[in-house]
């Protein structure tokens, strides 16, 4: 077991290497070069070639390629051009902002997920199944920018229920972590984005569980249970969602490795500042270091998180074993 | 619909036309083209295919409709012409690079406050000095006589004969139409009346200037005002910020020797009062009584050092303002001397109006000044930063040690991440103020005011000196030819621009149109511009240049 794990870090170091090489060249290839991005492109040719030197791109690729990599073998991703400070401070800031929301939507979205889906597994052929099958495709369906916005027209702007955009109050907040998440400010503002990207996310982790509910319910021991004269609940949950959950376990920790690229259509809509919305501006504006960190930190994120997927099945099922 | 039919007629008169003339073979009337008795093979070479580079639709439209209609417009003109839209920093690439590998294009420059000054629109981006690759002059304009009163016009340190040079350079220029200016966008923002006053609005740059947080007063309780972005800030440290909005900001955190006042008038501001005591030395007397946001007084050490700071770090922004510097001294206890290299007229509006005091308390003791991220910015300006929380927001509290104090008690500057965000938050009454231009949809969103949803909301129009325009490469062929670049001028429908993809917000352009109406001092009304749309006259003036039509109607260069 150890040693499967252990091979497989080995393997996942060496993607790494190879994805981070891959997006190193990716970017340097994209025509247009930072300098475009400063304010205007009314400073001289002379500042221009002292910017490309004060950000380092005035070697060839290859001394600007040794640099990167051996760089980040000591895991600094090198400083944004943007912001003049560390990728990797930003790219923590913004990995905040981005998995509290993700990870709210998600336990929102698998809760609701596992439970429907065994429910309407349960209740196959029923109206209210396909009710629920239709819901939850609807919103699957539904561009959530859309959705987005139509719900802060109906939550913020008709009924004030909830605030339409932004992580807290503009001018609270500080420093700290607490002063930034723990709070009340901070939970209504996360309520809206939430919901609607749970809501999205919903069909997938359903629909798996009642399929896998399904087959589940043919077995043996569920007409045993009946037979026993168990209560129908109780076989529901106790003995056939439980089996049937392992398929979504593994879409869940897939998820999670996802989810760090935000829904950056969701940023945007609820100007949620986080790590979505800051790839795109920063591929855009040519940062490369900004825009490498949060690339190969994502693939990273997915790597490890298919690892961990793997090492839970192990746990979970006693048939599976990796010796 | 009207353009596509008057085009349709345009196209059948023509075929009527063509038909007719080659019925007759003779070309009696030498005003129409085709018809003439040369042989091809005697007439001058084709006129090249041309590409118009242009913008993607989603990033300017205006430019990217203009240029398709200006390439079709060529077509009928017998010109291989098309419009090649694409990203605008691979557009950048092109026209900087090292290739200059171009035909035509359009682009725009934007109206920042310090192009008031005409020494970037006259010099800068038409001097042949600043012709080659990498430089400004993306035209290729190269004209003797031009430079010199370019260059008269920056060592002129007499403002009104320096208004004379500028009048002659706009003459030249709408003459010679380096370029075609198509339009210029009227700078359209918002503010809520109900609860604050007293804006003050600036050509190129809006609401959000550097005088509005002095005037602007409270009308209720609410003492804070909220200005709404749509675009990031980078960061707090004045040698490295290389964003518009994050200058916007700085310059309200530190003060400046001179600022130029609502009318575009340099006025002394951390000075007291300056005097050019001959074309190259300036003394400049320090306001007595101010203070850094710490206490420390501001002196003029504190001034000396901030310029030789800017100097020695070489910061790209501020560069060609700062090299006609040769060295500063201090004269007495608060007076700084400024000796140039050359006369520099553009000195005193744009050198002393940009450079920001920082207190060399703090910063002669950072190792590397331009890396320092300055997180607790220290200045003498009318407001203290508070907090700057990346990509959120910027909170900036009164300074209450400020010579001008001003009436809010602070201001937040809250970044969105989309234009219909701000629109909700301007209509939910969370923010107070855009800091940028409305896009089209929204300002006529706002003006039809749907259920009175948007009566807090007061609509401003202001000019921009800033335009859009048609470059040329005038290294190239026909571009070369002046009278081709006058044809030209006829074939762009300026009020097509205006009225139709403007919505009427923004001014007409013209051919070498470089200094606009907005920007009042400067500009020479005098000066007579091609700025009407006359294929017909287009097609004149091409036939007098000597330009012929060949037997398959492709336009053809005059015989050298």
Not at chain 1, 183 to 200: K, T, W
Not at chain 2, 249 to 277: F, G, H
Request: glycine content about 6%; charged content about 20%.
């Amino acid at each position: 077991m150890l040693n499967y794990f252990l091979k497989r870090l080995f393997v996942m170091l060496l993607m790494i290497v190879l994805v981070s090489t891959m997006i190193f060249f990716l970017f340097r290839t994209m025509p247009g070069d930072p300098t475009a991005f400063v304010v205007d492109p009314s400073i001289p040719p002379e500042a221009r070639q002292q910017l490309l030197e004060r950000y380092g791109l005035d070697g060839s690729l290859w001394d600007q390629y040794k640099v990167f990599i051996t760089d980040l073998a000591r895991l600094d991703f090198g400083d944004s051009f943007f912001y003049n400070r560390p990728a990797i401070e930003i790219i923590q800031e913004k990995l905040a902002a981005t998995l509290i929301l993700m990870l709210t939507a998600m336990v929102f979205a698998y809760t609701m997920g596992i439970f429907g889906g065994a429910w309407m597994a349960w209740r196959r052929g029923s109206r209210l199944e396909s009710l629920g099958i239709t819901i939850s495709l609807i919103f699957r369906s539904a561009p959530t920018f859309w959705v987005g916005l139509m719900m802060i027209l109906l939550f913020s702007v008709r009924l004030a229920w909830f605030p339409a955009q932004g992580m807290r109050t503009a001018g609270t907040g500080g420093g700290t972590f607490a002063e930034m998440f723990l709070n009340l400010d901070f939970l209504r503002h996360l309520i809206l984005p939430a919901i609607v990207a749970g809501m999205y996310f919903m069909a997938t982790p359903m629909l798996i569980m009642r399929n896998s509910m399904l087959e589940v319910m043919s077995e043996d021991y569920i007409e045993m249970a009946r037979a026993k004269g168990t209560k129908e609940r109780h076989i529901l949950y106790r003995h056939a969602a439980r089996n049937a959950l392992l398929p979504v376990v593994t879409a869940g920790a897939l998820f999670i490795g996802a989810s760090i690229g935000g829904q950056v259509l969701l940023e945007v809509v609820f100007s949620w500042p986080g790590l979505g919305r800051e790839i795109v501006t920063a591929v855009t504006r040519h940062d490369y270091p900004l825009a490498q960190g949060c690339f190969i930190i994502i693939s990273a994120m997915v790597m490890f998180m298919n690892l961990i997927a793997d090492m839970l099945y192990a746990f979970l099922d006693p048939r599976i074993s990796y010796n | 619909m009207k353009r596509i039919s008057q085009k349709k007629v345009w196209l059948a008169v023509m075929i009527a036309a063509l038909m007719l003339f080659t019925a007759c073979g003779d070309g009696s009337d030498d005003t129409e083209p085709t018809g003439s008795d040369i042989p091809d093979e005697e007439m001058g070479e084709l006129v090249p295919d041309l590409t118009f580079l242009s913008s993607l639709p989603e990033a300017n439209m205006v430019n990217y409709e203009m240029s398709q209609e200006v390439a079709e417009e060529l077509q009928l003109l017998g010109v291989n012409a098309e419009s090649q839209p694409m990203d605008f920093a691979v557009l950048l690439d092109v026209l900087y690079g090292d290739d200059s590998d171009y035909d035509a294009y359009t682009i725009g420059w934007s109206g920042r406050i310090e192009r008031l000054d005409p020494d970037m629109f006259i010099h800068s981006i038409n001097h042949s000095d600043n012709a080659n690759p990498g430089g400004n002059n993306t035209n290729r304009y190269r004209n003797p006589e031009f430079d010199e009163i370019a260059d008269a016009q920056r060592r002129e340190m007499d403002i009104d004969a320096r208004r004379e040079l500028v009048f002659e350079a706009q003459r030249i220029l709408a003459e010679d139409v380096p370029k075609i200016t198509m339009y210029s966008r009227a700078n359209m923002q918002t503010y809520n009346k109900e609860l604050f006053e007293d804006v003050i609005n600036i050509p190129g740059e809006g609401l959000f200037n550097e005088w509005t947080p002095f005037s602007i007063k409270p009308l209720t309780d609410e003492t804070v005002l909220t200005v709404a972005s749509n675009v990031n800030i980078d960061d707090m440290n004045p040698l490295s910020s290389i964003s518009v909005y994050g200058w916007r900001n700085l310059r309200l955190i530190y003060d400046k020797l001179v600022r130029l006042s609502p009318t575009i008038e340099p006025e002394a501001w951390a000075a007291e009062s300056w005097d050019v005591v001959d074309d190259t030395t300036i003394d400049v007397v320090l306001r007595q009584g101010m203070t850094f946001h710490d206490g420390e007084p501001v002196t003029v050490e504190d001034v000396k050092f901030s310029y030789e700071l800017f100097i020695d770090e070489n910061v790209e922004y501020f560069g060609s303002f700062l090299t006609p510097i040769d060295s500063i001294e201090i004269t007495d206890d608060d007076t700084i001397r400024f000796n140039l290299v050359e006369p520099y007229a553009p000195f005193i509006t744009n050198t002393l109006a940009q450079i920001p005091i920082l207190p060399m308390h703090i910063w002669e003791n950072i190792e590397n000044p331009v890396q320092y991220t300055n997180e607790d910015a220290i200045g003498s300006g009318p407001f203290k930063l508070e907090r700057f929380q990346t990509g959120e927001e910027l909170v900036l509290s009164k300074f209450d040690d400020y010579f001008e104090p001003v009436h809010i008690d602070g201001y937040i500057f809250q970044i969105f991440a989309s234009p219909e965000g701000v629109l909700t938050a301007l209509e939910l009454g969370n923010v107070h103020m855009v800091s940028y231009d409305l896009v089209p949809s929204h300002t006529e969103q706002i003006e039809n005011n749907d259920g009175g949803r948007y009566d807090h909301l007061e609509l401003t129009e202001g000019d921009d000196i800033g335009f859009f325009y048609i470059g040329m490469n005038l290294d190239r062929k026909p571009f070369d030819n002046k009278q081709f670049r006058i044809a030209m001028a006829h074939l762009v429908d300026y009020d097509l621009a205006l009225d139709v993809h403007l919505n009427g917000y923004g001014a007409r352009g013209g051919g070498g149109l470089t200094i606009v109406e907005a920007n009042e001092f400067w500009h020479n009304p005098d000066v007579p511009i091609y700025d009407t749309y006359d294929p017909e006259r287009a097609r004149e003036i091409l036939v007098e240049a000597g330009f012929t039509w060949d037997s398959e109607g492709r336009m053809r260069m005059p015989v050298e």
